[in-house]
């Protein structure tokens, strides 16, 4: 048959129970609501763990002194990465003969107090190669103020600080700042560093506490001219971490000495948070079919109602020689339409909350009472992405529009004498 | 060939554990262009047999024939084109679309039609309803139609795709005497001119007054038929 009919009807039944239409279509829209914004904030704060997690903390192999892990807590300065006869530049050549290894990252993260007009103040600093570091860790993409610090020199000494520590201490891009800390060499080293830029990451740990200085600048404030505390090895595929180390370590005892390890990430605390995060987000999805499996009730149900209302209708359209397909159609229609309206209006408003709050971003810290001793961020920026748009409006319509079938395939089979007595 | 034909045709309804015999063992043969009513007393089976003859139903026992063609051995979309292109109905409620106009009403049956250009189907439709004596009334709701114009409609909804066989299920119940009367002579007109064959129900006398064959039905037998050959 032609089609325009079985729109036309379609199109007209819908006005034809507003209540029943508000109703299905909040239901979904409602739903995909929750759905859109929910898959926004997971893959926020996903990316964000994930972020936190393998960019500063574990990389997918760490290597490291054998005896720093024992003491790892206190980041002694000694306990370090010399190389074999000259500097650390040794071992990462060794490293980079290893298959699946993509890059090798010198760095060094160490204690530091801030000195502020006789207030102290505890910051962890990450001495870093920002030229090895970009493609993993784009720290200069991260500079909301200012610039990227340059290469040490005398007479330039360069730092990027947190945006909120900066907020905190009332400083910004150009102002000087005086830090002190423990060398390698277990003496007391101090430095003034210029301010180049403001760094915001989104994870407040890393803007309250962290700063970035360049290696070489470590080399002078901490005396490490020819040490790092690490090497962050980054991999083709980070699930390959284990038998990678396993490669490392087994280079490592071919060397005459054998002071270091590798350690993947999977062994790492923060690591272990990562995995436990991953499980948890699988949970959610379940959360959202669940979610979708409520509103997919209030359809069907109302569907079900619409049809027991229209069953004289059914009987005489079939009778008039409408076929069970085109009947079926009828109310795939309807209901696309419906929860296409509803998945639109959750969309939208789904999305307009996920884009401000990417935005503005989410205190979970606040929201949880501060009490999640984790080392996730405490601000979540939901991701807004149009993948997680059209993946709400997608999944709205589609489930909704899937579970009509199920009343509609019924009411189709029913012979017209009987439907035209109203009887389901 | 007749355009209907039942052989022994019985219908069985089960009601929870029983079961009701509302058909027993019904032979009887239509040719084309009769006027035949169905009568007998409320629960006799006048609906039964009208509703297997128009296959929105499924004999229990028995063969049914339209046509020639042997109706229990086709599927449902199969019935429903048969439907389509051969048997239109007129039912007691009138049963017409209620998101649909006049128009639409009659010109949907047409859609389900295949191979038949647009203007062309509503072309048909206007004049069949002009023919009904509802010239004016073609964009109307059924809501805001009266019974007898309901009625109109549903039988030019019945009539424009030309079947070879009308049902019609009490179609005057619901009216006036007067509005009836109009009916059946529109009716019977049409039969005349078409040569349309017409079976219906009633407990009318008028209505069977207009009937050239007049069937007896009693607790779903034959009791008389004037005029038709049994076989
Ligand atoms: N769907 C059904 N389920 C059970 N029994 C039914 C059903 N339809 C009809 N019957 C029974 O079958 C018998 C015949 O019913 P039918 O409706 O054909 O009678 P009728 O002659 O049309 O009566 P009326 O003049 O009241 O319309 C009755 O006893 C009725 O109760
Ligand atoms: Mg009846």
């Known amino acids: 048959m032609k089609s325009g009919y079985i729109y036309r009807m379609a199109f007209r039944n819908i006005s034809r129970n507003k209540k029943r239409t508000a109703l299905s279509a909040f239901a979904i829209a409602m739903a995909v609501m929750i759905v859109c914004f929910m898959k926004s904030y997971t893959t926020g704060l996903f990316n964000n763990v994930k972020n936190n997690v393998f960019s500063f903390e574990t990389a997918h192999v760490k290597v490291i002194n054998k005896d720093y892990l024992k003491e790892e807590k206190l980041m002694p300065l000694d306990l370090n990465i010399y190389g074999y006869e000259n500097n650390y530049n040794e071992v990462i050549d060794l490293l980079k003969k290893i298959e699946g290894i993509k890059y090798v990252l010198p760095r060094t993260k160490f204690g530091a107090i801030l000195n502020l007009n006789g207030k102290m103040k505890n910051l962890v600093g990450f001495a870093l190669d920002q030229k090895l570091e970009y493609p993993v860790n784009p720290l200069k993409d991260k500079i909301i103020a200012g610039r990227m610090f340059n290469e040490y020199s005398p007479g330039v000494q360069e730092i990027v600080i947190g945006e909120i520590l900066a907020r905190e201490i009332g400083v910004k891009s150009g102002d000087k700042i005086t830090l002190m800390t423990k060398t390698a060499e277990d003496g007391l080293g101090h430095m003034t560093f210029k301010i180049s830029g403001i760094s915001s990451y989104g994870i407040s740990e890393f803007d309250k506490t962290y700063f970035y200085i360049p290696l070489s600048a470590a080399a002078k404030f901490l005396k490490m001219e020819n040490e790092v505390i690490e090497l962050a090895v980054y991999l083709d595929n980070m699930h390959r971490s284990i038998p990678v180390s396993k490669k490392i370590n087994e280079q490592f005892y071919t060397q005459q000495a054998n002071p270091y390890i590798a350690y993947p990430w999977e062994y790492q605390k923060d690591g272990q948070y990562y995995k436990m995060f991953v499980t948890l987000t699988k949970t959610y999805d379940i959360i959202f079919i669940g979610i979708i499996f409520l509103a997919c009730l209030v359809i069907i149900n109302t569907t079900m109602m619409v049809i027991y209302e229209r069953m004289k209708e059914i009987g005489t359209i079939a009778a008039l020689g409408m076929r069970g397909t085109a009947i079926i159609k009828l109310f795939f229609y309807e209901s696309v339409i419906i929860s296409a309206m509803g998945s639109f209006t959750g969309t939208v408003i789904g999305g307009a909350i996920s884009l401000y709050l990417s935005i503005t971003g989410i205190n979970i810290a606040k929201l949880t009472g501060g009490g999640m001793n984790l080392q996730f961020s405490e601000i979540v920026y939901p991701r807004f992405g149009l993948d997680i748009l059209l993946y709400s409006f997608i999944f709205g319509v589609l489930i909704s529009s899937v579970c009509v079938f199920i009343p509609a395939t019924k009411a189709a089979k029913i012979e017209p004498a009987e439907a035209m007595r109203g009887i389901l | ?231």
């Not at chain 2, 069985?12 to 009769?34: H, M, N, P, Q, T």
């Not at chain 2, 019977?188 to 040569?195: A, C, I, P, S």
């Not at chain 2, 007049?214 to 779903?220: A, F, M, S, T, Y």
């Open chain 2, 1 to 231: 060939m007749p355009i209907v034909e039942c052989n022994n045709v019985s219908k069985e309804y089960k009601v929870g554990a029983s079961v009701v015999s509302a058909l027993k063992d019904i032979s009887l043969s239509f040719e084309k262009g009769e006027f035949s009513a169905i009568v007998g007393p409320s629960g006799s089976g006048k609906s039964t047999l009208l509703n297997l003859i128009g296959c929105l139903d499924k004999v229990t026992e028995g063969n049914l024939k339209i046509n020639g063609i042997l109706i229990k051995e086709q599927n449902k979309t199969l019935l429903a084109d048969l439907r389509c292109e051969n048997i239109g109905f007129v039912f007691q409620t009138f049963n017409l679309i209620p998101v649909l106009s006049a128009f639409e009403n009659v010109n949907f049956v047409l859609s389900l039609k295949k191979n038949l250009p647009e203007n062309e189907c509503a072309e048909k439709s206007m004049k069949i309803l002009e023919e009904v004596g509802l010239k004016g009334l073609e964009n109307r709701k059924p809501s805001e139609l009266s019974g007898g114009q309901q009625q109109r409609v549903a039988i030019a909804r019945a009539l424009v795709k030309e079947p070879a066989l009308i049902l019609a299920d009490e179609p005057t119940a619901n009216l006036d005497s007067k509005t009836g009367e109009d009916i059946m002579a529109l009716m019977k007109d049409l039969n005349m001119k078409k040569q349309t064959t017409f079976i219906f129900s009633t407990h009318d006398k008028m209505v069977m007054d207009y009937a050239t064959r007049i069937i007896n039905l009693r607790d779903g037998m034959i009791t008389s038929d004037n005029g038709g050959k049994k076989s």
